[in-house]
């Protein structure tokens, strides 16, 4: 069982940048794909971005290409998100996910760990 840890979420002015990081309990973790998923109040969750095992490939929202980016830290077991240019329509709850098939796609029904989420809130 990989337990997935979420922090760096927090309330950050428009335009600004936040680093989200997602720690992981088993080295197991480092050969998994892993995303980057939000769900904001009164909405479905949905698909922010994905990274392969070696970060050969990286997957993202169209509408989030070149504002998000997607790494990975494998010695430590961790990825990471960084967001620059946050809007207030960024504001939501984050969650990554692990998916040990290596599915690195949209679809949360693929990864089989989830962390419990951390809070980002754009606002001024």
């Known amino acids: 069982q990989v337990l997935l840890v979420e922090s760096g979420g927090g309330l950050v002015q428009p335009g600004g940048s936040l680093r989200l990081s997602c720690a992981a309990s088993e080295r197991t973790f480092n050969s998994y794909a892993v995303g980057w998923f939000r769900q904001a109040p009164g909405k479905e969750r949905e698909f922010v971005a994905a990274?392969?095992?070696?970060?050969?490939?990286?997957n993202y929202a169209d509408s989030l290409k070149g504002r998000f980016t997607i790494s990975r830290d494998n010695p430590n077991n961790t990825v990471y998100l960084q967001m620059n240019r946050l809007k207030p329509e960024d504001t939501a709850v984050y969650y990554c996910?692990?998916?040990?098939?290596?599915?690195?796609?949209?679809?949360?029904?693929?990864?089989?760990?989830w962390g419990q989420g951390t809070q980002v809130t754009v606002s001024s």
């Open positions: 990274v392969t095992d070696s970060s050969a490939y990286t």
């Open positions: 996910a692990a998916a040990s098939s290596g599915y690195s796609g949209s679809r949360d029904q693929y990864y089989n760990y």
